[in-house]
């Protein structure tokens, strides 16, 4: 017999992310070895891209994991969109990651109206197309070999 509550607690979450964690390293012989080095925790990684006046022209949020880059947010003011700035911020991004973090692989997420052939472009592939991610919007995830 459970009771089964549906409520919003950090402390069972973080329980649950503890142990999730715990039974996913005694499973996996690539994770135990993560475990306890610097490739173990995500490491924030920020390109930012301002204008004459110091205003945010663009940016990008990301992090990085293991040998993985990932790209949460890649920004560029419709003033500056057109003028390359979104590539040279990811490739600022992948530059690091690659030359300082050791990165070997980057991932991203976008919907079908940002910026799949946009990342197309930049070498990424489609490995992982959600229609209706949310309704009537199609999410793309795409990665790409950073060498």
Not at 36 to 42: H, I, M, S
Not at 116 to 138: A, H, L, M, S
Request: with cysteine; aromatic share 8%; glycine share 12%.
């Amino acid at each position: 017999m459970f009771r089964i509550e549906a409520e919003v607690d950090r402390g069972r979450r973080d329980l649950l992310r503890s142990r999730l964690r715990d039974t996913n390293t005694s499973a996996s012989p690539v994770l135990a070895a993560l475990r306890g080095t610097p490739g173990e925790r995500e490491v924030p990684l920020h390109v930012w891209a301002l204008d004459a006046a110091g205003g945010l022209a663009g940016g990008l949020v990301g992090h990085t994991w293991t040998t993985w880059l990932h790209v949460t947010y890649l920004w560029v003011d419709p003033r500056h969109r057109g003028t390359g700035l979104g590539t040279h911020l990811l490739a600022r991004a992948e530059h690091l990651a690659r030359t300082d973090r050791g990165c070997t692989g980057a991932r991203l997420e976008t919907w079908d109206f940002q910026a799949p052939g946009f990342y197309r472009k930049q070498g990424y592939e489609v490995v992982c197309v959600i229609p209706d991610y949310p309704p009537g919007i199609t999410e793309y995830t795409l990665t790409k070999r950073l060498g």
